[in-house]
Structure formats: C-alpha cells, structure tokens
C-alpha cells in the first residue's frame, strides 16, 4: 500500500507548487478572496491536491462571505482528520486530510444553523476541482 502519511519533505517539495508547499506542509494560508475556488459554485468533486482524495462536494459548499472556500460537511465520513490548533495565540481546529496528512484549513462553529453549524474553512490551494 502506498503510505502517503510518511512522505518525505522532498517527494513534497516536488510534488506540490511552492504555493500548495507552504499551506499543505507548513500550514500556511492563502490570503482571502485570493484563491482559485471561494466563489467556485459548479456541481463537481474538490480533491485533496496532496493525494487526490475527494474531500468535499458542491452539494455541501455555500458562501460564508469569508474569502475562502466552506463547506458545512466533507463527503463521507473519515476524509479528514481534526486537530487542535493553539497557534496565533487563539485555539482553532485545524483540518488536515487523513490519508496524506495535508493541510486544509480551519474548523468553525458559525456554519448554517440548520446544516448542523460547522464551517470546514479551507485553502483553495490545497483542493483540485473537479466539474461534473
Ligand atoms: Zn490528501
């Protein structure tokens, strides 16, 4: 089985752009309003740009008004893997993929009330569309 959760620094550095490097592998994020997805609204797939796993669909995506791509959900259960954040001096939930251990984004509690209220908050950097 390919073990994407002990890959090198180096199989990163030349797999993603220097861009995805820095949020996925160092946890950096994209200024808002800047990235290539936050006011995508197309019927389609987002995949995790590390390993190509499907992580959130259009279905659950809606506009937070943020500068960056929400979803209220991921697609199934299992995707992604949430860990405490105690960077920036505040305490965040960061969002990472649970198959290559990339960096997502954040997870809030301001998402639609009636979606169940979370809001995965997520790089456009870090996910690859795919129309339907
Ligand atoms: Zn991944």
């Known amino acids: 089985m390919d073990d994407m959760q ?3 620094e180096e199989y990163w550095k ?3 752009t220097p861009k995805q ?11 808002p309003f800047t990235g290539e ?3 995508t609204f197309d019927n389609g797939v987002y995949k995790c740009a590390g390993c190509g796993e499907t992580l959130f669909s259009s279905d659950t995506k809606y506009d937070a008004g943020c500068g960056w791509p929400s979803f209220w959900n991921a697609i199934g259960d299992g ?3 949430l860990k405490d954040d105690n960077s920036f ?11 290559c251990g990339g960096h997502l984004g ?3 509690d301001d998402g639609p009330g009636d979606k169940g209220g979370k809001r995965y ?3 456009s950097t870090s996910l690859n569309f795919e129309k339907k």
């Open 89 to 99: 001096g505040m305490h965040r939930i960061e969002v990472l993929c649970s198959k």
């Open 14 to 16: 030349e797999k993603l």
């Open 6 to 8: 002990n890959k090198s």
């Open 121 to 123: 908050c997520i790089n």
């Open 21 to 31: 490097y820095k949020v996925m592998r160092l946890s950096a994020t994209e200024p």
């Open 37 to 39: 997805y936050y006011a």
């Open 106 to 108: 954040h997870l809030f």
């Open 79 to 81: 995707k992604l893997e």
